[in-house]
C-alpha cells in the first residue's frame, strides 16, 4: 500500500461556489502518478510465453470440440476437425431434442387431462424447455 501513496488535500474556500447544497471544506483525493511499466523479460520470452498461451487456448478448443463430438450421436469422431460440421449437426441434435421435448410434455398433459389431474398438477419446470426464436425473421 506504500507504493500508492494516496494523498488527501482539503479544497478550502470555496464560499464564493457554494450554492448552499455543497460543503464549504471538500476532501479529493490524490494519487501519484503510475510509473511506467518495466519489462522483466526478454523478448524471447515473451514470445515464448504468446506462444505457449496461445497452444493452451487452442487445446481448449480442441477439447471443446471433442466434448461435442462425443455428446452429438450424428458425430463421429472421423468428422471431428470440421467446425463447421460440428456446429451444423450440434444445431440439428439441439433442434431434435427440443421437438422431442415437445412431445414428451404434450403426451403427459394428454395423461393428465385423460385421469382428470390436469388441474392438480403441473409439468415440472425442469422438463420445460423453450427454444429461443430469432428476433430476425431472414436471419
Known amino acids: 500500500m506504500s507504493d500508492l ?7 478550502d474556500n470555496l464560499s464564493e461556489k457554494n450554492d448552499g447544497n455543497t ?3 471538500v476532501m479529493k483525493k490524490v494519487r501519484k502518478p503510475r ?12 514470445k515464448m510465453n504468446h506462444v505457449t498461451s496461445e497452444q493452451k487456448r487452442r487445446m481448449l478448443v480442441r477439447s471443446i ?10 458425430l463421429s469422431a472421423e468428422e471431428s476437425r470440421s467446425e463447421l460440421l460440428i456446429y ?7 433442434n431434435w431434442l427440443y421437438k422431442r421435448n415437445e412431445v414428451l410434455r404434450t403426451q403427459l398433459v394428454n395423461k393428465y387431462k385423460e385421469r382428470g389431474m390436469y388441474n392438480k398438477y ?3 419446470q425442469n422438463l420445460i424447455w423453450e427454444q ?8
Open 65 to 74: 470440440y471433442d466434448d461435442l463430438v462425443e455428446a452429438v450421436p450424428d
Open 132 to 139: 429461443k426464436r430469432n428476433k430476425n425473421p431472414n436471419a
Open 122 to 124: 403441473s409439468i415440472p
Open 23 to 25: 460543503p464549504k471544506n
Open 88 to 94: 451444423l449437426k450440434t444445431v440439428n441434435y439441439m
Open 35 to 46: 510509473s511506467k511499466k518495466v519489462n522483466k523479460l526478454s523478448e524471447s520470452q515473451i
Open 5 to 11: 501513496k494516496l494523498g488527501i488535500t482539503e479544497l
